[in-house]
């Protein structure tokens, strides 16, 4: 049986590159006032930031409805069986969402399975951004080297536990817009130039530390991922950055090189723009790394 992958656009994989990939990509909805946009669709990351910093009121995100996810797996089964003249399609389809946690998108498409037993299967990957790309490219590894799909879903589940999503915040003006935090708690930490350092736990945002300055907040990012064993360099892993430009997370990659010297590749470090679903909550100028710790 052949395997096909469904992402949400919280995953930070663009659409082209899953089109190069030939996973299904399905975008979440970013709203501007009235105006309603698909998440790297009809809106750009770059087009997402600019209209982030123009305009005064933060924008909403919305999840991905159960009924885009049944037209999306009747598409998928209609189109195989049509192809085996009439016969029931004996493609499966694996959909991994971005967390339970912060979002019903993982709902909508446990839903939208019901209708399909047994040829659909759903991962929560605990995770966003970089942190829920780290697994979906490992299922693209799986994919690839034929395993079937009970072992994929046992592998996923076991493994997403080993991610490491760590990220350094720039402002905490965007957190006072959404409500997380005080007016208040935002201007005094803005006075004193306190960077917090955010990570995923069990499918939510924790806060891991508050750094005085950016140097200090990059310092507890290497900390981090040396507490927790330092990077599996044999599994996918990821820097991302919000905003318009590369520079800050290009600056932490130099001031880390020592993280870097066992990663198997003659490339670049992949770099990630990230998009709608934390840039909303984040603003521009954070940073982060996912990364697979050692088993």
């Known amino acids: 049986m052949s395997v096909r992958i469904i992402v949400d656009s919280a995953s930070d994989l663009t659409k082209e590159r899953a089109d190069a990939l030939n996973l299904d990509y399905m975008p979440l909805k970013t709203i501007f006032g009235e105006t309603e946009y698909l998440d790297g669709v009809t809106i750009s990351h770059k087009e997402f930031y600019e209209k ?7 924008p909403k995100t919305s999840q991905i409805s159960p009924y885009e996810f049944m037209e999306a797996y009747r598409q998928e089964l209609d189109a195989d069986a049509s192809a085996g003249e009439g ?12 967390s339970s946690r912060l979002s019903g998108t993982y709902q909508s498409a446990c839903i939208a399975a019901e209708e399909f037993e047994g040829q659909v299967y759903v991962v929560d990957s605990e995770n966003v951004t970089v942190g829920q790309k780290c697994l979906v490219m ?8 034929d395993y ?7 592998i996923l589940e076991e493994e997403k536990k080993q991610i490491q999503l760590i990220a350094l915040l720039d402002t905490l003006e965007y957190l006072k817009k959404g409500g997380r935090i005080s007016a208040a708690s935002a201007a005094l930490g803005n006075a004193l130039s306190i960077k917090p350092v955010v990570g995923v736990g069990a499918g939510e945002i924790l806060v891991l530390g508050k750094a005085h300055g ?3 907040g990059k310092n507890l990012l290497i900390q981090r991922t040396k507490q927790v064993g330092g990077i599996d360099f044999s599994r996918p892993f990821y820097l991302g950055y919000t905003g318009l430009s590369d520079k800050l ?7 880390s090189r020592m ?20 840039g909303t909550h984040v603003g521009p100028g954070a940073i982060a790394l996912a990364f697979f710790a050692p088993q």
């Open 52 to 58: 982030l910093i123009e305009t005064d009121v933060l």
């Open 148 to 154: 079937g799909i009970d072992e994929i879903v046992g």
């Open 259 to 278: 993280l870097w010297e066992k990663a198997h590749t003659k490339e670049e470090l992949p770099i990630v723009s990230v998009g709608a679903a934390i």
């Open 214 to 216: 950016s140097k200090n």
């Open 138 to 145: 490992r299922a693209v590894e799986l994919v690839e080297a």
């Open 87 to 98: 016969q029931m399609s004996d493609k499966q389809i694996l959909v991994i969402t971005l």
């Open 249 to 255: 997370i290009c600056k932490y990659i130099e001031d």
